[in-house]
């Protein structure tokens, strides 16, 4: 099993690898709220924070990002069911449903997210007790 999947079915964090608890809210960056299916593990809040003030590329996305926050997501698996003139056909079911097709990679979709723009956020999250 490779990376990406094991940590969004074990709920790692993307960025430190350690577990994100059940009580911790899953977080992730995002540059469009209308997006569905997320194709990153969630990471910790503190290591998101960590990441959007430290990497150039987050902070320099950061004033049109937002921050997602959930305390839980579905996992999905998207297979490859076909091919079309276009290329493959994929389909996305919920993770353990009897195989069909060739499942290619997880995504998960969180449960009653928030989104707050990631500036926002920042500023939120600093004043935070910890
Ligand atoms: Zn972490």
Redesign the pocket.
Known sequence: MNHQRRAMQERR?T??G?H?GSEQACTWPLADTGTRYYFEAP??S??LAFALRSCPKLASIAHRSYVVEARDYTVWERRAIGTSPEGLVFEMTPLGEPPSGVVELFALTPIDPQFTPATQWLADHARAPH
């Open positions: 964090c960025i430190c350690t994100v990471a910790h503190e290591c």
